[in-house]
Nanobody
Framework: QVQLVESGGGLVQPGGSLRLSCAASGTIFSINTMGWYRQAPGNQRELVATITSGGSAYYADSVKGRFTISRDNAKNRVYLQVNSLKPEDTAVYFC?????????WGQGTQVTVSS
């Protein structure tokens, strides 16, 4: 089995930045695509960004230019640098990972953007 643990969330003022981290552990031989999703209260979970094992990234239009996804394959980690944060970015951020075509999810880390 594989476990994912997110960290790095917190309370930040509008315009601030955070770096979210997701660590994968367990029975891992290789990880294909990794991604970040978010879910605000009352909303559906939405895709934020993905990154392939080769480093190709995809971003939702709402975060393009502000967020950057990256990964460290040797450490089985994926990161999300979130800049120029807006109140509408407030959500629980979840990472996921494709391990041998099985998708795993973490429990999420809370990002709150407020004055």
């Amino acid at each position: 089995q594989v476990q994912l643990v997110e960290s790095g969330g917190g309370l930040v003022q509008p315009g601030g930045s955070l770096r979210l981290s997701c660590a994968a552990s367990g029975t891992i031989f290789s990880i294909n695509t990794m991604g970040w999703y978010r879910q605000a209260p009352g909303n559906q979970r939405e895709l934020v960004a993905t990154i392939t094992s080769g480093g190709s990234a995809y971003y939702a239009d709402s975060v393009k230019g502000r967020f950057t996804i990256s990964r460290d394959n040797a450490k089985n980690r994926v990161y999300l640098q979130v800049n120029s944060l807006k109140p509408e970015d407030t959500a629980v951020y979840f990472c996921n990972a494709d391990v041998l075509s099985v998708y795993y999810w973490g429990q999420g880390t809370q990002v709150t953007v407020s004055s």
